[in-house]
């Protein structure tokens, strides 16, 4: 079984501002990790994902996660954060293994709100 | 490509009654994943199908709660006599083999008053 702990529920930011996001995870066989975001009343979106090879993923609006497998983190960065960031931002795992590939355990999400 | 169509958005239902949510998956996508969200809470997983068949199902999907998947196309989820409990949001997702491509609906909000 997987889980993940997103410990801030909230974090507030000016604009311009850079932010981390934080997400660790654990889990007793190797990992898949993700990054969603949900915007007011609509579904979720993927932001980027960490499958293998460089730990270091990029999305096409600046974020970037790094996957670090000695402390189970997963944490994500924007250096400048624009107001149409503001969303809700959950952070992902799914199993390696065939069985446990299918479906995935979210966190609790963590609110960004960017201010001017 | 139309993405993953959830019907109805919302729902209102009295107590006891029962509801069926439809989603429409990708038309190439073999996966087909239900998840509910809670207020201030992240996903959980109900159950996913691979074409028709429901493999797996989670413990929170109780009696009430049947999902099905006719002939791998669009699923529905059905609750029966609701509970205030059950109100959430009712998430569908659909991939193509593997989970690495989940492409979410905008769900069915559910209010059982």
């Known amino acids: 079984a997987q889980s993940v702990t997103q410990l801030d529920s909230q974090v507030p930011v000016f604009e311009e501002a850079p932010v981390e996001l934080r997400c660790n995870y654990s889990s007793s066989v190797s990992v898949y990790l993700f990054w969603y975001v949900q915007y007011p009343n609509q579904g979720l979106q993927l932001l980027l994902k960490?499958?293998?090879?460089?730990?270091l993923v990029e999305s096409i609006n600046g974020f970037e996660a790094e996957f670090n497998k000695s402390q189970t983190s997963f944490h994500l960065r924007k250096p400048s954060v624009h107001i149409s960031d503001t969303a809700e931002y959950f952070c992902a795992v799914s199993g390696r293994n065939t069985g446990t590939a299918s479906k995935l355990t979210f966190g609790t999400g963590t609110r960004l709100q960017v201010t001017l | 490509d139309t993405g993953v169509s959830q019907n109805p958005r919302h729902k209102i239902t009295k107590r006891g009654q029962n509801v069926t949510f439809r989603c429409d998956p990708i038309s190439e996508h073999n996966r087909l994943y239900w998840y509910r969200q809670t207020l201030g809470q992240g996903p959980e997983f109900l159950t996913y199908?691979?074409?028709?068949?429901?493999?797996?199902k989670s413990r929170l999907l109780s009696d009430r709660f049947s999902a099905e998947r006719p002939k791998g196309s669009f699923s529905t989820l059905e609750i029966q006599r609701t509970e205030q409990g059950d109100s959430a949001m009712y998430l569908c997702a659909s991939s193509k083999d593997t989970v690495y491509g989940y492409t979410f609906g905008s769900g069915t909000r559910l209010t059982v008053v």
């Open positions: 960490y499958l293998s090879g460089s730990t």
């Open positions: 199908f691979q074409n028709e068949a429901q493999l797996e």
